[in-house]
């Protein structure tokens, strides 16, 4: 059992960039899929990024070539890099694992991101 802590959140305008990290209590090392989700206000929640154990990576469309998701094992961390944040971005964002591709997933308490002038 892993037990999963975001941060990194806040208020930013847009144009900014921050970066959300999930500290996991233990080693990544062997969890399959490590990934990003968001849920805004009235909105079903919504896949980001994930990464695999081998670093093979998934965006949802609406992030691609603006938000990179990575892992550093050494850490037992994943980070969302986010940049050219837009106010449709404004959501909670909650990290997830799945040790292997058809587990239950496990989830963190969520960090709120704000874009807004």
């Known amino acids: 059992q892993v037990q999963l802590v975001e941060s990194g959140g806040g208020l930013v305008q847009p144009g900014g960039s921050l970066r959300l990290s999930c500290l996991a209590s233990?080693?990544?090392?062997?969890?399959?899929?490590m990934g990003w989700y968001r849920q805004a206000p009235g909105k079903q929640r919504e896949l980001v990024a994930t990464i695999t154990k081998g670093g093979s990576t998934n965006y949802a469309d609406s992030v691609k070539g603006r938000f990179t998701i990575s892992r550093d094992n050494a850490k037992n961390t994943v980070y969302l890099q986010m940049n050219s944040l837009k106010p449709e971005d404004t959501a909670v964002y909650y990290c997830n694992a799945r040790y292997r591709l058809f587990d239950n997933p496990y989830w963190g308490q969520g960090t709120q991101v704000t874009v807004s002038s």
């Open positions: 233990t080693s990544i090392f062997n969890i399959y899929v």
